[in-house]
Structure formats: structure tokens, C-alpha cells
């Protein structure tokens, strides 16, 4: 069975390593190629973005453009077009950059405003400069880095952008902002008004015909979506933070429902759709059919949040709910990101503690371009820190709108700037530096198990136990207990569910000594030298239950010489839902699955025997690590992560939140499968 997968896998690392061999051969490596800013390339990135345009000074907008769907539906849309300094929009046509966002254009138009402001952009640019927090509070600094940098203006209408000959359209989608109809979350015939939208972008009179998409998060997801439809005036695409299969990103990774994220994100939405056009209703031409469509459907996606945490046991689940937990239904198939099928120039950027880590390296991977047409840049930060920490100088990439600017110079204007020839990926090494590659996982990593011990490695004694990574197997025989707690609460986990909220207290998202108290710990001794962990990890565990279901979380950490435990990466899973497809999971040369694809559906569910041992997959999210020498690896497991997942509640119930055993036995034993740079001894 796994030979096929490993097979799958050696060819596309294989044919990633030729195309990229070839296009070095082709073109040459220059210093942009192997230096995470670009260098001369790089700086000449930035000084085209910041230089103002001597023909095009000022902006000019048009608001609320209907854009009528094939449908019926009319959308709403701003227009930002390069004009003089009278704000007359230019005779020249241009390319248009499309952004769709949910959150309404209105809050896009406000913050645009705000910081293109004539006296509050420089004052805001001076104070957020002066901003570098250290110590306690170093934590609200990563918020402030994505205004420093530049990652907060990807959001936005960029003037910059528009003043070097773009103009820019920034649409309501439907059912949300001043759009009518009513909210699809991505489903098809939202993915239908974003190709409807492009086209109708291409053949306005001011544009060019070349259509190239931006925005984050939802923004970038529907860039994904629309690329893999192929309209043909769709030239190059920059989604930042996208995802690319919801239900195993946010809805429910590992079959636990996304409690500290969806509701929350729901209210948004839902709360802003619900804001009139106040402009229409003063002069008289408000829209009632936006009112009756509001009305139609006020909560979108509530009822099956609400039967997800109230619905007592799998028989009595409602219909709008199963949609989810099926693999044919609408949402299931709409939400699958199509990858394979883009063939547009894709730049995207991604962050390992992103909301969307899962999607986003495998989405690059799975793109048939060569390396010069798609780009990956992988940061550590959460998803509201978008671009934190990039500043195209101390080693570090250039600014995310600077990068942006450049990739559509040369896809839409076809500017010879050099943007192609930059790293195919750049990564920032958690907690450590930028560094460049030719692909992801790096080549040259080993595939090494380290088996878990019940032997006191000395190193947690506050953990529920405190245990050991060996090389080789234990004999161990025996049963260690966790039961389900509440100190994930603060961890790095909470952080990344948060959207980077709870990344402002170091304390939780820095050092996972207070979540561990709800952890059994298994901790290595210290590497000699120098290791790099890079590509996925798996959590293979020999588990016991009281119940008939379970909920198990793991980590990967590295353990500093002064205890501090940093987390590299986690996964986690409700163990009846752990049967996984091996057509489309990943598999170790030993056979050793290292990134399982969960099926998450009701018809794949494996309730559980109490008291008979099962094994379990806990595939984590991929990541890339510097260990240095004297620190630590070391994997955590928990019984519960809240807020980052909760079981769906039939399978809660199931559960009766009772105690959960790993049984060490050297015939199953428990491991984790990781890739390494050098194996430990």
C-alpha cells in the first residue's frame, strides 16, 4: 500500500529538484536567487513600489459599480484608477488587480483612507517605526510589524500600486458588504461571481485586459478558487494566507470542531453584512433587494455551528450538518483547492503558525508550474501578522506589497525586474533567520523515529509525566494517563486559533511550560550539534480508552537549555475519525505514514472498544526548525485543546471527557517520525 504513495512522492521531489536544476541552467543564479532579500534586485523591488509616479499623482475612486451576475445578483464594487493631481482618472488603459473580499469594501475604503491620509500616513508610518517591543510585551509587536511592514496594505487599496499604473477593484462578495444576494462562503456559484467579475473587469474601458488578483486570508482563498477555473484574462494571482480545503484548515482539523476561530469569524461576517449603504439611503436610491436578502438569511453558517456543538449523539445530526461531514456534498467539493489544475504565475504567502498552514505548502507543491512562474514565502508569525518582520534588509525578504508590486510588474507589464529568478522558496526557520531553498521539504532530510519512554528524562517534572525520546525502542511496558484540561488555553495552539491574539502574553505562545501541565512530556537528550527539522511530522501513538471515543493532541517542541519549550509545530485528532485516504497521504521509505489525510466523514467513523488498544496517526502540520546545539526535542500530548478544537458533540459525548491511556508496548510501539537534518543518536 505505501510503496505507491512513497513512490508518488520521490517523483515529485524528484521533478521539483529538475525543474529547478533546469531553470538555474537557463537563466543563472543570481544574488536574488539565493538571498532571502533579493539583494540588488530586491532593493530595486522596493525603490519602484516607493517611488512616486511622476505622471500619475493622485487616485481617483468610483464607488458602489454594480457588476450584474449571469444570476440576476448585482455586486458592488469600488474602482480605484491611477488619475492627475486633480484626482481625473487617466485615458490610458491598464491592468486591474480584482480583490473580493466578505468583510465589506466599506472597512476596506476606511482603512485605505486612513492610511493614505496626507497627514496621518506620515505620522502613523513615524509612530509604528518607533515601535520594537522586547520582554513582556515583545508579543505586541508582531501585530504592529504588519503595519511597519507593509503586510497590512495587501489588505487594502495600495496607492503605490495604483499610482505605478493599475487600477484596482475591490468587490463586496455576494450576500455580504452592499452586494446582493446572500452569503455562499465559497461554495459554487460564489466561485462562479469571481470569474464573472474578472471578465467583466477585462472589458471595462479602462482596463487592459489583464486581470491579476490580491488580498489575504478569504481574499487569497478565492484567488486559489478562481485560478483553478482558468478564465482567460486571469494573468497572476498573490494570495496571502489562503486556504485550500477548509474542513481540514479551520472547520474541523483533525475531526475537532475550530471553536476558537469560526464563531468569532462568523460574527464578523455576519455582523457586517448586516451594514447599510447609508450614502444610498440619503439620496434615495437605497437597495431593497439587498434588505430582502439580508433578512432571508441574517446568520450564515450559524445553524450548522450550532447543531455541531448541540446535537446529542450521530443519529439525530440535521441535514445542513451532514453536508460537512460528507465527502460529495457542495461545500466538501467546493472547498478543494484545485491546485493542480493553476497555471497562472502564483506568488503565495503563507506563515507556520497561520490558520492555514496545512493548505498552503501543500498548494505550492501541488501547482504544475516551473519554478520562475510560482513562489512560496513561509514566515513564523500567526494570521494576523502578516508580514511582520520583512523588511528586505537584515537578511530578511522584501515587504510583502513590495513583493506583490513586482510579481505583477512582470506578469502583467512584463517588466524584466528579476521577481522570476527570486528563491522559489524562502522560509523563516522558527524562532531563527530567513533562508533560501529550491523546494519544500529541503532536500536532504532524514526520516528518523524516536520512540516514546516512559524513563524521566528530568526535564518537566511539573508535566502529568514527565518522559523520554529515545533512538532506539523501549521495552518498556505499562500505561501512562492524561485527562482532558484547560491549559491550552494559553499555548501556542491558542495563539494560532486566536489569529495571533494570544501571541500578545509570550508566556503562552512562547513557552509551553504552563500548557504542559496538562501534557505527557517526552523530551530528548541534547542534540551535539546543529539539526534542521523540515517537512511534515507524524505522531504515532499506541492508545487506550475508558470510552468509546477520544481526543488526542501532540506537539513537536524544541527545549532550550533554560527549559524554555518552544513549539515547533502540533496536530490532533479525534480518534474515531482516524481512518485517513493513503492515495493522497504521504509515507515514509520504512512505510511510517508522516502526513495522514484524514476522510472526516461520518461514513468513514471507527468508534472505539474501551479498553482495547487502537493506534493513532497525529499527523502536525508542516514546519521548518533550527535546533541548536544543547537544545531538545520533545513531544507533548494532550487530552484537549481548547480553543483550537472541540469534538463535534455526538462525539463528545462519546467520549464522556474521561481519562485517556497511551499502552507502552514493544511490539506497538508509540513514535514520532520526523525529518532531520542529522538523526539523533
Not at 277 to 283: D, I, T
Request: glycine share 10%.
Amino acid at each position: 500500500m505505501w510503496r505507491g504513495s512513497l513512490r508518488a512522492t520521490g517523483v515529485r521531489s524528484a521533478t521539483l529538484a529538475t525543474v529547478a536544476m533546469v531553470t538555474v541552467g537557463l537563466t543563472g543564479v543570481g544574488v536574488a536567487a539565493a538571498d532571502p532579500t533579493g539583494g540588488a534586485a530586491g532593493r530595486q523591488w522596493t525603490a519602484t513600489h516607493d517611488t512616486k509616479h511622476p505622471k500619475f499623482a493622485g487616485v481617483s475612486i468610483q464607488t458602489d459599480v454594480p457588476i450584474r451576475m449571469s444570476d440576476g445578483t448585482v455586486l458592488k464594487a469600488d474602482v480605484y484608477r491611477p488619475a492627475d493631481a486633480k484626482k481625473r482618472p487617466i485615458a490610458t488603459k491598464t491592468p486591474v488587480i480584482v480583490n473580493l473580499t466578505p468583510y465589506t469594501k466599506l472597512l476596506t475604503s476606511l482603512g485605505t483612507a486612513t492610511t493614505e491620509h496626507p497627514i496621518l500616513k506620515p505620522f502613523m508610518e513615524q509612530v509604528v517605526s518607533k515601535i520594537h517591543l522586547t520582554g513582556p510585551l515583545r508579543g505586541v509587536d508582531g501585530l504592529v510589524g504588519a503595519m511597519r511592514d507593509g503586510g497590512m496594505r495587501t489588505m487594502m487599496a495600495d496607492y503605490n500600486l495604483i499610482r505605478s499604473g493599475y487600477t484596482q477593484v475591490v468587490v463586496d462578495v455576494r450576500g455580504t458588504g452592499f452586494s446582493q444576494g446572500t452569503w455562499q462562503v465559497f461554495k459554487s456559484r460564489e466561485q462562479q461571481d469571481t470569474v464573472e467579475v474578472i471578465d467583466w473587469a477585462a472589458k471595462q474601458k479602462w482596463s487592459d485586459g489583464k486581470i491579476g488578483m490580491a488580498g489575504v486570508s478569504y481574499s487569497g482563498i478565492n484567488q486559489i478558487y478562481a485560478a483553478k477555473m482558468a478564465p482567460k484574462a486571469l494573468k497572476a494571482i498573490v494570495p496571502v494566507e489562503p486556504g485550500g480545503d477548509l474542513i481540514r484548515d479551520v472547520v474541523a482539523p483533525g475531526g475537532a470542531l475550530g471553536v476558537g476561530f469560526l464563531p468569532l469569524w462568523l460574527t464578523l461576517v455576519n455582523a457586517t453584512k448586516l451594514i447599510p449603504n447609508v450614502a444610498s439611503m440619503m439620496n434615495g436610491t437605497f437597495d431593497w433587494k439587498w434588505l430582502a436578502d439580508r433578512m432571508s438569511e441574517p446568520g450564515t453558517f450559524y445553524p450548522q455551528l450550532m447543531a455541531a456543538l448541540s446535537t446529542p449523539n450521530i443519529a439525530s445530526i440535521p441535514p445542513n450538518l451532514k453536508n460537512l461531514l460528507e465527502t460529495n456534498s457542495d461545500e466538501r467539493t467546493s472547498w478543494q483547492s484545485g491546485a493542480d489544475k493553476i497555471t497562472v504565475p502564483t506568488m503565495l504567502y503563507g506563515g507556520w503558525f497561520d490558520l492555514f498552514t496545512n493548505s498552503e505548502v501543500k498548494m505550492f507543491n501541488q501547482i504544475p508550474l516551473p519554478p520562475s512562474q510560482k513562489k512560496l514565502i513561509m514566515g513564523d508569525g500567526y494570521h494576523m501578522t502578516i508580514g511582520g518582520g520583512q523588511s528586505g534588509t537584515n537578511g530578511t525578504p522584501p515587504r510583502l506589497d513590495v513583493l506583490q508590486k513586482a510579481w505583477f510588474d512582470k506578469w502583467l507589464k512584463g517588466i524584466d525586474n528579476g521577481i522570476d529568478k527570486y528563491s522559489p522558496v524562502t522560509l523563516k526557520q522558527v524562532g531563527d533567520k530567513w533562508i533560501s531553498a529550491e523546494q519544500f521539504p529541503r532536500a536532504g532530510m532524514q526520516r528518523q523515529r524516536l520512540y516514546l519512554s516512559d524513563k524521566r528524562s528530568g526535564t518537566a517534572p511539573y508535566a502529568v509525566r514527565d518522559g523520554s525520546l529515545k533512538a532506539a525502542k523501549v521495552n518498556s511496558r505499562g500505561r501512562l494517563t492524561v485527562s482532558p484540561g484547560l491549559a491550552t488555553i494559553c499555548s501556542r495552539d491558542s495563539a494560532q486559533q486566536s489569529i495571533g491574539v494570544v501571541a500578545i502574553l509570550p508566556v503562552c505562545s512562547d513557552d509551553a511550560r504552563v500548557s504542559e501541565r496538562d501534557a505527557l512530556s517526552f523530551t530528548s537528550a541534547p542534540v551535539p550539534t546543529t539539526r534542521s527539522v523540515s517537512g511534515y511530522t507524524n505522531v504515532r501513538l499506541n492508545t487506550v480508552l475508558d470510552a468509546t471515543d477520544g481526543y488526542w493532541v501532540a506537539t513537536l517542541n524544541d527545549v532550550a537549555p533554560d527549559g524554555t519549550s518552544k513549539v515547533l509545530t502540533s496536530g490532533q485528532l479525534v480518534t474515531s475519525l482516524r481512518a485517513y485516504d493513503s492515495a493522497k497521504s504521504e509515507f515514509a521509505p520504512n512505510g511510517d505514514v508522516i502526513d495522514p489525510y484524514l476522510k472526516l466523514t461520518l461514513s468513514s467513523r471507527q468508534p472505539v472498544t474501551p479498553g482495547k488498544a487502537v493506534a493513532v496517526d497525529i499527523g502536525l502540520l508542516p514546519t521548518e526548525a533550527l535546533i541548536k546545539a544543547g537544545h531538545r526535542l520533545r513531544v507533548d500530548v494532550f487530552a484537549m485543546n481548547l480553543p483550537r478544537g472541540l469534538p463535534l458533540r455526538p462525539l463528545l459525548n462519546a467520549s464522556q471527557l474521561k481519562p485517556q491511556h497511551i499502552q507502552l508496548d514493544p511490539n506497538n510501539p508509540s513514535f514520532v517520525n520526523l525529518p532531520v537534518s542529522k538523526p539523533l543518536g
